[in-house]
């Protein structure tokens, strides 16, 4: 895996344990975790927008010329709001067949909805909206995010 994606990853993790830790202690800030979660969702969606960059531009760039990988860069800087949909998409402008590969990932729906969930939230964080994400449904879409990001690395190289 890539190594700016490692990094993004480890940071993650890192700022996820000091919130379970948090989490635990008998005097437990309830607000402040609350806070911390959404500043983590919008992490981890940025951290899959960022991931699913890397991948495609290392792909592009190993494949053509430096126009052309200069052309793709300044297209794949605008993807955001990383939902299955506009993943599915973007996979399949490169190739028809990514889209379907993705599909076929075992836990397909399980990642799909986790995911979009994860879009979801992010958005409503953003927007300022009321929002009830807990600490552990967070984990599971980081889980997911996890897993999708191996699963597009495996299917564009």
Not at 22 to 32: A, F, G, R
Not at 121 to 138: E, F
């Amino acid at each position: 895996m890539n190594i700016e994606i490692l990094k993004r990853q480890t940071r993650i993790d890192s700022l996820l344990n000091k919130v379970n830790d948090l989490n635990k202690k008998d005097s437990v800030d309830i607000e402040l975790i609350a806070e911390f979660t959404k500043y983590l969702c919008v992490l981890i969606s940025g951290h899959l927008e960022k991931s699913i960059y890397i991948i495609l531009l290392t792909y592009i760039d190993q494949r053509t010329n430096q126009q052309v990988t200069k052309f793709i860069n300044n297209k794949l800087k605008k993807f955001t709001n990383a939902s299955i949909g506009k993943i599915e998409d973007l996979l399949e402008s490169f190739n028809n067949d990514w889209k379907s590969e993705l599909q076929l990932y075992p836990e397909y729906f399980e990642m799909k909805g986790n995911i979009n969930s994860l879009v979801k939230d992010r958005h409503a964080v953003a927007h300022g909206q009321t929002l009830s994400l807990g600490i552990s449904k967070l984990s599971n879409y980081y889980k997911y995010t996890k897993k999708i990001i191996i699963e597009i690395e495996r299917i564009v190289t």
